[in-house]
């Protein structure tokens, strides 16, 4: 039986849609695109004006890498609603994100700083992949990666994860793919 290839976690905001720029670092603003996959009377997947923000040729390249993909990002079902067609993917996969309430006190570790997407030093996200991952390597794309999230994950998951911070006013380069794709291919992906 063939192993189960790693996963790759991919958030939406920052990684796939740019932003934060500056008019001096982008004075003519984020650049817009046209998807091939849909029809040219629908330039923004559904009413959406970010979706023009990503770049349909990401989807080929995130297809190409020796993974599964799945969505991790609060887009959750509109992801695959919106981007899966913009980006020429088929439905993806989402996490479902847990309720707030049910998070674990940040008194459980106190000396964790505590921010308004953290919760005891750690993103609210982080518990939640490695559950989802259930002990298969994983690499997860986001805009809020930090390192309490990087030493968390390595206490708590017993495979291999790379945590992969993406400047959120560039979103993926070749940088990151390069990245991505040699890590996956180490950790068994095809």
Same mark, same amino acid.
């Given at each position: 039986?063939?192993?189960?290839?790693?996963?790759?976690?991919?958030?939406?905001?920052?990684?796939?849609?740019?932003?934060?720029?500056?008019?001096?670092?982008?004075?003519?603003?984020?650049?817009?695109?046209?998807?091939?996959?849909?029809?040219?009377?629908?330039?923004?997947?559904?009413? !959406?004006?970010?979706?023009?923000?990503?770049?349909?040729?990401?989807?080929?390249?995130?297809?190409?890498?020796?993974?599964?993909?799945?969505?991790?990002?609060?887009?959750?079902?509109?992801? !695959?609603?919106?981007?899966?067609?913009?980006?020429?993917?088929?439905?993806?996969?989402?996490?479902?994100?847990?309720?707030?309430?049910?998070?674990?006190?940040?008194?459980?570790?106190?000396?964790?700083?505590?921010?308004?997407?953290?919760?005891?030093?750690?993103?609210?996200?982080?518990?939640?992949?490695?559950?989802?991952?259930?002990?298969?390597?994983?690499?997860?794309? %986001? %805009?809020?990666?930090?390192?309490?999230?990087?030493?968390?994950?390595?206490?708590?998951?017993?495979?291999?994860?790379?945590?992969?911070?993406?400047?959120?006013?560039?979103?993926?380069?070749?940088?990151?793919?390069?990245?991505?794709?040699?890590?996956?291919?180490?950790?068994?992906?095809?």
């Amino acid at each position: 039986m063939d192993a189960l290839p790693p996963l790759l976690f991919l958030d939406v905001d920052g990684p796939l849609i740019p932003f934060g720029a500056t008019s001096r670092q982008l004075p003519g603003g984020y650049p817009t695109y046209r998807s091939p996959w849909l029809p040219s009377e629908s330039p923004d997947a559904g009413g !959406n004006p970010l979706i023009a923000r990503v770049d349909p040729a990401l989807g080929p390249r995130l297809a190409a890498l020796p993974c599964r993909l799945v969505w991790a990002t609060t887009w959750m079902s509109d992801a !695959n609603d919106c981007l899966s067609p913009w980006l020429g993917l088929p439905p993806l996969p989402v996490v479902f994100w847990p309720d707030p309430e049910d998070e674990p006190d940040p008194a459980d570790e106190p000396d964790a700083p505590v921010g308004p997407w953290r919760r005891g030093g750690i993103h609210w996200k982080t518990r939640a992949l490695v559950e989802w991952a259930d002990g298969r390597p994983f690499a997860w794309v %986001d %805009d809020e990666i930090g390192p309490a999230d990087d030493h968390w994950v390595r206490a708590h998951h017993p495979a291999d994860a790379l945590l992969h911070r993406v400047d959120p006013v560039r979103g993926l380069t070749d940088g990151d793919f390069i990245t991505l794709d040699a890590w996956l291919r180490s950790v068994g992906g095809a």
